[in-house]
């Protein structure tokens, strides 16, 4: 049973207000002291007392100095924890990557044993350059529910893997385990910028969305939200004669004559294959634009989101499928914003990371 907490003591509204000065400098960007302030609804004195506290942990900096019309010049402040760590881990078919932010299996008890690996190797070396990491967050191609459990997914086969348990033993941090969509649209938040409605699409093995929508992730009924690939693209695909899946890796995996069972039916393949001589694979391509061109559209029209990010996909290949989706989408007004993801090939990992932070007081980053 959870218990009620009992009355505020001194050290306990001083570790609240800390925690609310942090809160306020990492979502809102650099401030001066009196816009803290402001922004927290301390008084001036508790503020002042505070942020000197935190600048002599590391856990803010001073940045620019603010020109003064009477006495002593005022500085800006930003969050900073320097010294501090957190890991983000990126599951996929070929095993495991990780970033710390400031390995090739088949089975996929082989991709957990790299997984499980890759987080220790982390942990270490982040002993080695700091303080140590905090916490942990790992991204998953597969539906993840809000206890850490694997669904089936196309790519790996961990279908009922506590992934979450598994790495909070492994490496004796609090852990936050995401669909790998989730993760990509988490990194594009930044201090200073949190926006309501957010979408972001991937683009590599399979077709994920990830959607923010007042300022909250959305994960439906049974974490399967945004799972995109599951998209019957095809007319046929409805019909009682249908033979055919209208998914999008049945499509593309029909086109390439790449046996789902061997290998993940992947866009990127098809990127790939569209740049080779004779451009054979032309009016497929298209075709497949067209079905992301109809999800982005459809996105639009549910959400409305107020930009639709793109990202996990080869950069050589950027500019031309953002440019054949633009002009797909040129009648719908007003014109939809389409980006390329700020963090590019580590935004998913930056983006778990990111969501690891949430596990932990922000103090002790």
Same mark, same amino acid.
Do not use: W, Y
């Given at each position: 049973?959870?218990?009620?907490?009992?009355?505020?003591?001194? !050290?306990? &509204?001083?570790?609240?207000?800390?925690?609310?000065? =942090?809160?306020?400098? /990492?979502?809102?960007?650099?401030? %001066?002291?009196?816009?803290?302030?402001?922004?927290?609804?301390? !008084?001036? &004195?508790?503020?002042?007392?505070?942020?000197?506290? =935190?600048?002599?942990? /590391?856990?803010?900096?001073?940045? %620019?100095?603010?020109?003064?019309?009477g006495g002593r010049p005022a500085w800006r402040y930003r969050f900073t924890a320097e010294g501090r760590f957190l890991i983000g881990l990126r599951v996929r078919r070929n095993g495991c990557r990780g970033i710390l932010l400031k390995v090739e299996s088949v089975t996929g008890e082989e991709i957990l044993e790299a997984t499980k690996e890759c987080a220790r190797l982390l942990v270490q070396k982040g002993k080695e350059l700091g303080m140590?990491?905090?916490?942990?967050?790992?991204?998953?191609?597969?539906?993840?529910?809000?206890?850490?459990?694997?669904?089936?997914?196309?790519?790996?086969d961990w279908s009922g893997v506590a992934i979450r348990e598994i790495l909070e033993e492994v490496t004796g941090l609090p852990v936050h385990a995401e669909n790998d969509a989730n993760a990509l649209v988490c990194s594009e938040l930044y201090p200073g910028y949190a926006p309501d409605s957010l979408a972001a699409l991937i683009l590599d093995h399979g077709i994920g969305l990830g959607m923010l929508c007042n300022g909250t992730l959305v994960r439906g009924a049974n974490s399967r939200a945004g799972e995109m690939q599951h998209f019957n693209a095809f007319m046929r695909a409805f019909t009682p004669e249908a033979e055919v899946d209208g998914g999008i890796p049945y499509f593309v995996s029909n086109l390439l004559a790449i046996d789902l069972q061997d290998e993940v039916a992947a866009p990127i393949r098809l990127w790939k294959r569209s740049v080779e001589p004779g451009d054979k694979w032309g009016r497929d391509l298209s075709q497949l634009l067209d079905i992301l061109a109809a999800m982005i559209e459809a996105t639009i029209t549910l959400m409305d989101p107020e930009r639709i990010v793109l990202g996990d996909f080869h950069p050589?290949?950027?500019?031309?499928?953002?440019?054949?989706?633009?002009?797909?989408?040129?009648?719908?007004?007003?014109?939809?914003?389409?980006?390329?993801?700020?963090?590019?090939?580590?935004a998913v990992l930056f983006g778990a990371a990111m969501l690891a932070s949430q596990l932990v007081d922000l103090q002790s980053i």
């Open positions: 049973m959870t218990q009620r907490p009992g009355p505020a003591t001194q !050290s306990t &509204a001083l570790a609240s207000n800390r925690r609310l000065i =942090l809160n306020v400098l /990492r979502c809102k960007g650099e401030m %001066t002291r009196q816009e803290i302030c402001d922004a927290s609804g301390l !008084s001036p &004195a508790a503020t002042a007392r505070i942020t000197s506290a =935190l600048e002599g942990e /590391r856990l803010i900096e001073r940045t %620019t100095k603010v020109t003064s019309t140590g990491p905090v916490s942990v967050g790992v991204s998953v191609p597969a539906p993840v529910d809000k206890e850490g459990f694997v669904s089936k997914g196309r790519e790996i050589d290949h950027q500019e031309r499928i953002i440019s054949d989706i633009r002009s797909r989408l040129n009648h719908i007004l007003p014109e939809p914003r389409l980006d390329i993801s700020r963090k590019g090939a580590d």
